[in-house]
């Protein structure tokens, strides 16, 4: 609820005209949604960057309307959806829409939650592959610090001290972080990866 309430204020700060909310804005969602619309346009890159601009455009024109019922970050992905969903109709060759597993009601409520129980869908074949990007779709849904710890620490493997530097905290302070954001991506991970390895169970 802290997230939320965190957004609630960075939205007020927007609808404010503050210039220092509109980078912060920026920074905490742009590359995170960018993750989030490629896998959906066939990793065209132009076209995900296309999207992203209209859709953080259309959610800054429409700040008013956000009431932290749920993260910015997925209030922005909603957005994105039907960004994606238009551009797609408007491409012959993206007619077919892809549903990703974390598109389910039941999976975005788990990632919002962290709690809510994931729904048993079929992963559609290619398991593993399912899996591996389903660690990306998990780090993307962390809170901004922990997502950019994890994915600087064990997938781009820059050191702890590197690391605290680029969040502005003491070594010790990135190393605590670090602890929390393993927790937290442990939760959100295993609630999105249930379906599948029910899947592969059954």
């Known amino acids: 609820m802290l997230t939320h309430l965190e ?9 404010a005209g503050d210039e220092r909310a509109f980078h ?3 920074d905490d969602h742009f590359a995170r949604l960018y993750r989030f619309v490629l896998s959906r346009t066939g990793h065209d890159e132009e076209a995900a960057c296309e ?66 129980p994931a729904a048993n869908e079929p992963s559609r074949n290619m398991r593993a592959q399912e899996l591996r990007r389903l660690i990306q779709v998990a780090l993307d849904h962390l809170p901004p610090n922990y997502g950019n710890a994890l994915e600087w620490k064990y997938i781009q493997g ?11 905290v003491s070594p010790d302070a990135a190393q605590s972080l670090l602890a929390r954001a393993k927790r937290a991506f442990a939760e959100v991970y295993t609630e999105l990866s249930r379906p599948v390895t029910k899947e592969a169970e059954g």
């Open 51 to 116: 999207i992203v601009q209209s859709s953080m455009s259309k959610a800054l024109r429409n700040i008013g309307r956000y009431r932290a019922e749920a993260a910015l970050f997925t209030w922005l992905c909603s957005i994105a959806r039907n960004e994606t969903i238009d551009w797609a109709r408007r491409n012959a060759k993206y007619r077919e829409t892809i549903v990703h597993t974390e598109d389910s009601p039941e999976i975005r409520a788990a990632v919002d939650s962290f709690l809510a």
């Open 7 to 15: 957004d609630r204020k960075l939205a007020r700060r927007l609808k």
């Open 24 to 26: 912060q804005f920026f």
């Open 158 to 168: 820059h050191s702890v001290k590197q690391i605290a530097v680029w969040l502005g």
